[in-house]
C-alpha cells in the first residue's frame, strides 16, 4: 500500500521485491497502523499559529510505503556472518534508523538522528506491504515467541511509551497521570503498574476507552469530556491527598491537554509530551521556577531500549493491547477507523 501524493488515500501497487543489497530482508506478517502514518498520509503536522511542519520539508520523498511497526520473518541474511540471527528467525524491526555516524547516532540515540533521519516507513519503504529492506541485522530484535500482531506495535506504541516512561522519574507511591488512553496509554498503564510502583490515574474523553483502562490496572480514570479543565486538576488533586500529579504522560498533545497536564503538576512534577495532536501552548511562566517544574517532550526510542521492552513483553509484563487484525489492503480503512477515534489499542495489517 503506497503514498502517492499527500492528501490521497493508500494505493495498492504490484512492486519489485525489495533488493537484499548489502542489508537483510523481512517478509512482514504483521505491520501497525499508527497515528504518525495519518500525519504522513495527510503530509503535514500542526505546530499551531497557522505553521504547519510538512513532510516535504522533513525530505521525505513521495512514493513510500509507510509502516514502521514491523513484525515478520527473517528471509534473507544477506552477506551478514556477524550476527546471531539466522534465516526464518521471528523479529520485530527497529525502524528509527538515522545516519550512524553523528553525535547522537553515536551515543545510540539514532532516533533523533541530527544529519540524517532514515526511518522505515517514513523516509524509507516501510512494512504495509509483503517485503521490507532493512540496512542491517542489529536493527532486528528477536521476537522470544511472541506472536507478530502482538511484537510489531513494540516498535513504535510501545517503545514511545517506554522511552516516555523512564523520562517520568517516578518513585514509589508518586502519582503518574496518563492523558489519553489509545494504544500508547494502555500500554503505559501496564508498564507503570508493573515496573514503577507509581499510583495510576487515567483521562479520556471516551468510556469505553476508560473501562480498558480499570481492566488493564489503572487505579483510577476520570472522564474529561465536557468538563472544565480547573474542575478535573481539582479533582485529581482532592483524591491524591491536595498534591498534584509528580509526572504526567500526555498522549495527545493538543492545546487543551498539555496545558491541563502542566497545571496538574506537584513540585518538582514533569510533564513529557509524546502525542503529536498538534497546535500550540501558553503556560505560566513563574510556575516553571516556583514549582520546579519541568516540560520535556519524547519522541520513540532506542535500539536498546526496544531490545529491553521485547524482553519484558516476551517475559508477559507487557502486552499491547491489539484490536483488529486487517488485510494489507484495508490500510485505508484502518487509517479512517483510527483518524475518527474508533479503534481501541492497536489495529494491526497482515500482508
Ligand atoms: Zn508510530
Ligand atoms: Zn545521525
Redesign the pocket.
Known amino acids: 500500500m503506497r503514498l502517492e501524493s499527500y492528501g490521497a488515500p493508500l494505493s495498492l501497487e504490484e512492486i519489485d521485491r525489495p533488493e537484499t543489497g548489502d542489508g537483510v530482508l523481512v517478509r512482514v506478517e504483521a505491520a501497525?497502523v499508527?497515528?504518525?502514518?495519518l500525519h504522513i498520509v495527510s503530509g503535514s503536522y500542526d505546530l499551531g499559529e497557522g505553521n504547519l511542519l510538512k513532510m516535504s520539508d522533513r525530505g521525505i520523498l513521495l512514493p513510500i510505503t509507510p509502516g514502521?511497526?514491523i513484525a515478520g520473518t527473517l528471509v534473507d541474511l544477506g552477506g551478514h556472518v556477524d550476527t546471531s540471527l539466522k534465516e526464518g528467525d521471528r523479529v520485530v524491526v527497529y525502524p528509527w534508523l538515522g545516519c550512524g555516524e553523528c553525535r547522537k547516532c553515536a551515543a545510540g540515540f539514532e532516533n533523533l538522528c541530527e544529519a540524517k533521519p532514515a526511518s522505515l516507513?517514513i523516509f524509507n519503504d516501510g512494512g504495509y506491504a509483503e517485503y521490507v529492506r532493512v540496512p542491517h541485522p542489529r536493527y532486528l530484535v528477536p521476537t522470544g515467541g511472541i506472536g507478530p500482531s502482538q511484537a510489531a506495535p513494540l516498535?513504535?506504541?510501545g517503545l514511545?511509551t517506554f522511552s516516555a516512561l523512564q523520562k517520568c522519574g517516578l518513585h514509589e507511591g508518586d502519582l503518574l497521570v496518563i492523558l489519553g488512553a489509545g494504544g500508547l496509554g494502555t500500554t503505559a498503564i501496564q508498564l507503570a503498574k508493573k515496573t514503577t510502583g507509581a499510583r495510576v490515574m487515567v483521562l479520556d474523553v471516551n468510556p469505553s476507552k476508560l473501562r480498558l483502562a480499570s481492566e488493564l490496572g489503572a487505579d483510577q480514570t476520570i472522564e474529561t469530556s465536557g468538563r472544565e479543565k480547573t474542575d478535573v486538576v481539582s479533582e485529581i488533586k482532592r483524591s491524591n491527598r491536595g498534591r498534584g500529579a509528580d509526572a504526567v504522560l500526555d498522549f495527545v498533545g493538543n492545546p487543551s491537554t498539555s496545558t491541563m497536564g502542566f497545571e496538574m503538576l506537584t513540585k518538582q512534577g514533569r510533564l513529557v509530551i509524546v502525542g503529536l495532536f498538534g497546535g500550540s501552548a501558553p503556560f505560566s511562566l513563574p510556575l516553571f521556577p516556583l514549582r520546579g517544574a519541568s516540560v520535556l517532550g519524547s519522541f520513540?526510542g532506542t535500539l536498546a531500549e526496544l531490545s529491553e521492552l521485547v524482553r519484558l513483553a516476551a517475559a508477559g509484563t507487557v502486552r499491547p493491547v491489539v484490536s483488529a487484525e486487517h488485510p494489507l489492503e484495508d490500510a485505508n480503512l484502518v487509517l479512517q477507523k483510527l483518524g475518527s477515534g474508533e479503534v481501541m489499542g492497536r489495529a494491526v495489517l497482515r500482508p
Open positions: 501497525g499508527c497515528h504518525t502514518d514502521h511497526e516507513g516498535a513504535c506504541s514511545t520513540t
